[in-house]
C-alpha cells in the first residue's frame, strides 16, 4: 500500500501561553516560539507506518509513505524526522502559513496525491495551531473519494478496503471505506491495538504512542529523498478564501471576590449572577 | 563544527523524548532508591539501535583480532590500526550522553563502564575467539561488564601499588586480591580483572596481566553497592578473590607478553572525552532550572532574575556552558578530520569540564536557595554527582600533573 501523510509543524501547544498579539492586531506573533510536528499529524504518520510493515519486523518496510508538508524552507526538520521513523520520501510545499487555508491546502494536496497516485491519505484530524479541522473532508470532496474522520482504529483488508473505527457517543462506528480513501485520526490511533494491516497479526500489540527513530536511521534519513514544490505548480488559483480581519486576545480574567457566608453566596447568585 | 547540525538536533530530541517518558519518571527511585539502571539502559538500546550497533561493532571488532593474529602467525608485528571514529558517529555517542547527564549521570558511568572500558579492553587485546565470547554480548548490553582496577591502596598509582596478583597453576592462573570503587561490581556479569604477574620477584618488575572473569566464578565475591555521595544509579561495589583459578584462556590476548600498561592511553583519551559530554549535560540542565527558578521566584516584590547577584551566577553558568560545549564541538571536529585528541589536551578538556560542571552544579544550588538544598529540586543530585567527575577518570590532580609534564617534555 502506498500511503500519503500530510505534516504539519506548528508552535509548540505547551507554550499556547507565550502566543502574543501584536498591537495592530493583524497576525498572530510567534516569534520565540518553539515549533513541532503537529501531534495528530505524528499520530497519522505512525499509522501509515504500522500500514505498511508487519508490527513484528518493523525493520522490513511494507509499502510505501510519503509525507508532504506546507511550509518554509526550516520545515524540512519535521520531514526529516518523518524520514527517520520509516517513511521513504518527503515534499515540501514552499508556503508560508499566511499564504494558505485550509481550501488552498487541499486543492494544492489535490494536485499531489494525482501525481503521487497514493492508495490512501492519511493526516490528523486538526493541526493544534488553527484547529480549522477542514483539509481532510474538502480533499476527499475534491477527489471525489470516500472519507473517514476521526479515526481511532484502522485496519486493512485483503478486498482493497479498510475498517475505520470512530468513537462516538456510547460506542465505536465501524465505516468501510474503499480505497482510495481520505482518513483522519484522533489521538486514540497510537494506542496498543488501533491499526493492523493484513501482514500484522491481531494478536500483535503496539507500543502505546509515537514510535521512536533508530540513531542510525536519523543519519540514513539525510539521504531519503526531500523534494521541494513550488504552491504555484500544484494550485493554479492561490488566492485565500479565509482570511482574517483581525486577532485579538481573549480579555484577561477577572479578579473573584470573597463571600462571608452562604448566605451572601445566594444572594450573589441570585442578584447579581442571575443564576439561581 | 560551530553548531550542532540539524540531524544532530533530531537525534537529541528523539533522545530527549526518551528521557522524559523513561528516565524522568524513575529519578527518584534511580537516585534516591535501589533501582539499577541496566533495564532502563537496555530499552534505550533497543529503542535507538544500539543493540544492533553493538553487534556491528563486535563483529568489525573480531575481523580486525583476527587479521591482528594472522599478522603475528607470519611474523609480523601489526599495529593496532588507528581506528577513527567518523563525526557523526561520535556525536551520536555524545548526545545520549549529554541527555541522559540531565537526569542520571550515573547511568552514563554504568553503561560507559560495561559498553567502553570494559568491552573495549577485550576487543583491543582479546583474541578473536575471547572477543566473539565476552564482547559481542557486552555491546549488546545482554551483559553487563566491570573493568577492576582500583584497590584500597591504589588509586592515581594503579600499577605502581597494585597488589592484586595471578601466579601460574596447572592449566592456568591462580588470582588473588581485592578491588573497590568498581562501576558494576555488584551486579556484572563480566569483569577485567588487572593484577600484577607474581613470579616471586621483585612487585615493581612485574608484569601487568588482565583476565576476564564471570559471575559466580569460585573464591570470586562481589559486594553489594557501596554508599557514597552521588552517583546512585551507577551501582558501585568491591570485588574480593581468593585463589580463584582461571584457564588459560581466560588471559587477555592469551599470552604473557602484551603487558596492560601499554595501550592504556586510548583508554584514558575515550574515558576523559566521555567526561565532557557528562559535564555539558549537568551544566545545560543547571542552567536551565536556573533560568527558570531566576524568572519565576519572587523574592522583595520581584522575581530574583533582576537582581544582579543572580545574573552574575547565570552569566557565569553560561559562560561555561559555552567553553564546555566548544570542546565537545572540537571533539567531533577532531574526528571528522581524522584526528585523535592527544593525551594531554584530552587531560585538560577533562580538568576544565570537571571544575566547571562541579562550580556550576554549585552556583545552583545557591541559586536556589533553601529550595536548592533539597532533594525535590534536582541541582543537589546533580551537584553531589558532578564532584566524581573531578575524581574518576584520573584526579584533577593527576590531569594537571599530565598537562605539566606534557608542557615540560622535550
Redesign the interface.
Same mark, same amino acid.
Given at each position: 500500500m502506498k500511503i500519503l501523510v500530510a505534516l504539519k509543524r506548528v508552535a509548540d501547544p505547551d507554550n499556547a501561553n507565550k502566543v502574543k498579539i501584536p498591537g495592530s492586531g493583524d497576525r498572530v506573533d510567534t516569534t520565540g516560539l518553539e515549533w513541532k510536528p503537529n501531534p495528530f499529524d505524528e499520530y497519522a504518520l505512525e499509522a501509515a507506518l504500522r500500514l505498511t510493515e508487519n508490527g513484528q519486523q518493523p525493520k522490513t518496510r511494507a509499502g510505501e509513505v510519503v509525507v508532504v508538508t506546507f511550509g518554509p524552507k526550516e520545515t524540512?526538520?519535521t520531514l526529516? %524526522?518523518a524520514l %527517520?521513523t520509516g517513511a521513504d520520501k518527503a515534499i515540501r510545499v514552499d508556503a508560508t502559513d499566511d499564504q494558505l487555508d485550509g481550501d488552498l491546502v487541499a486543492r494544492a494536496l489535490k494536485t499531489l496525491v494525482e501525481r503521487e497516485k497514493p492508495d490512501l491519505v492519511v493526516m490528523g484530524k486538526q493541526a493544534v495551531d488553527g484547529d480549522s479541522n477542514q483539509v481532510g473532508q474538502i480533499l476527499a470532496e475534491l477527489l471525489d473519494w470516500p472519507q473517514a474522520t476521526f479515526a481511532a482504529t484502522i485496519e486493512e483488508e485483503a478486498a482493497g478496503s479498510v475498517l475505520v473505527g470512530r468513537e462516538v457517543d456510547g460506542g465505536v462506528a465501524k465505516l468501510r471505506v474503499k480505497l482510495p480513501a481520505v482518513v483522519t485520526v484522533d489521538l486514540r490511533i497510537v494506542a496498543g491495538a488501533s491499526v493492523y494491516s493484513t501482514k500484522t497479526a491481531r494478536t500483535f500489540k503496539y507500543n502505546e504512542?509515537v514510535r521512536? %527513530? $533508530?540513531?542510525? $536511521?536519523?543519519?540514513a %534519513?539525510?539521504k531519503k529523498p526531500l523534494t521541494e514544490v513550488k504552491l504555484a505548480e500544484l494550485a493554479a488559483d492561490t488566492k485565500l478564501k479565509v482570511t482574517y480581519a483581525k486577532f485579538q486576545a481573549p480579555p484577561a480574567r477577572k479578579a473573584g471576590i470573597k463571600v462571608k457566608d452562604v448566605a451572601e453566596l445566594v444572594d450573589k447568585l441570585q442578584k447579581e449572577a442571575k443564576v439561581l | 563544527m560551530i553548531e550542532w547540525s540539524d540531524t544532530h538536533r533530531s537525534i537529541r530530541d528523539m533522545v530527549r523524548r526518551f528521557v522524559e517518558a523513561e528516565i524522568k519518571p524513575k529519578v527518584t527511585e534511580l537516585e534516591h532508591g535501589d533501582l539499577p539502571p541496566y533495564d532502563i539502559l537496555r530499552k534505550m538500546f533497543a529503542t535507538f539501535g544500539m543493540r544492533d550497533m553493538g553487534e556491528i561493532r563486535a563483529a568489525k571488532a573480531q575481523a580486525r583480532a583476527e587479521k591482528r593474529a594472522a599478522a603475528r602467525a607470519r611474523g609480523e608485528d601489526l599495529q593496532q590500526e588507528e581506528r577513527t571514529e567518523s563525526g557523526d558517529q561520535v556525536a551520536m555517542q555524545m548526545l545520549p550522553i549529554i541527555e541522559l547527564s540531565r537526569f542520571c549521570p550515573g547511568m552514563v558511568t554504568a553503561l560507559g563502564v560495561s559498553v567502553g572500558l570494559t568491552a573495549n579492553t577485550i576487543m583491543s587485546r582479546g583474541t578473536p575467539r575471547q572477543i566473539e565470547r565476552w564482547a559481542k554480548d557486552l555491546l549488546t548490553l545482554d551483559k553487563i561488564g566491570a573493568w577492576a582496577i582500583t584497590e584500597p591502596g591504589s588509586g592515581s598509582d594503579a600499577f605502581g601499588s597494585m597488589k592484586a596478583t595471578a601466579r601460574r597453576a596447572e592449566g592456568g592462573y591462580r588470582l588473588n586480591g581485592n578491588k573497590t570503587f568498581i562501576t558494576n561490581g555488584p551486579y556484572a556479569d563480566t569483569i577485567v580483572f588487572i593484577c600484577k604477574l607474581d613470579e616471586d620477584n621483585d612487585p615493581k618488575d612485574r608484569k601487568v596481566l588482565s583476565f576476564v572473569l564471570e559471575r559466580g566464578e569460585k573464591g570470586l565475591v562481589q559486594s553489594k553497592p557501596l554508599k557514597k555521595m552521588g552517583m546512585h544509579s551507577s551501582p558501585t561495589g568491591e570485588l574480593f578473590l581468593e585463589d580463584v583459578f582461571v584457564p588459560n584462556d581466560r588471559l587477555l590476548g592469551e599470552t604473557e607478553e602484551i603487558s596492560y600498561r601499554s595501550g592504556a592511553k586510548d583508554t584514558f583519551t575515550a574515558e576523559r572525552t566521555g567526561v565532557v559530554a557528562m559535564a555539558l549535560g549537568i551544566i545545560e540542565q543547571c542552567l536551565q532550572l536556573s533560568v527558570e527558578y531566576a524568572k519565576t521566584r519572587v523574592q522583595f516584590g520581584r522575581p530574583i532574575g533582576d537582581f544582579q547577584l543572580i545574573q552574575l551566577k547565570l552569566a557565569k553558568m553560561e559562560v561555561a556552558r559555552m567553553n564546555v560545549q566548544n570542546l565537545v564541538f572540537r571533539i567531533i571536529e577532531l574526528s571528522t578530520e581524522g584526528k585523535r585528541m592527544p593525551l594531554a589536551e584530552a587531560s585538560g578538556c577533562k580538568l576544565y569540564c570537571a571544575q566547571s560542571a562541579m562550580e556550576v552544579a554549585l552556583e545552583a544550588v545557591q541559586l536556589f536557595g533553601g529550595n536548592g538544598y533539597m532533594a525535590e529540586f534536582q541541582v543537589e543530585q546533580l551537584a553531589r554527582d558532578a564532584k566524581v567527575l573531578q575524581i574518576y577518570g584520573g584526579t584533577d590532580e593527576i590531569q594537571i600533573s599530565q598537562i605539566a609534564r606534557s608542557l615540560l617534555a622535550g
Open positions: 524540512e526538520t526529516r %524526522a %527517520a504512542g521512536f %527513530a $533508530a540513531l542510525p $536511521a536519523i543519519m %534519513a539525510k | -
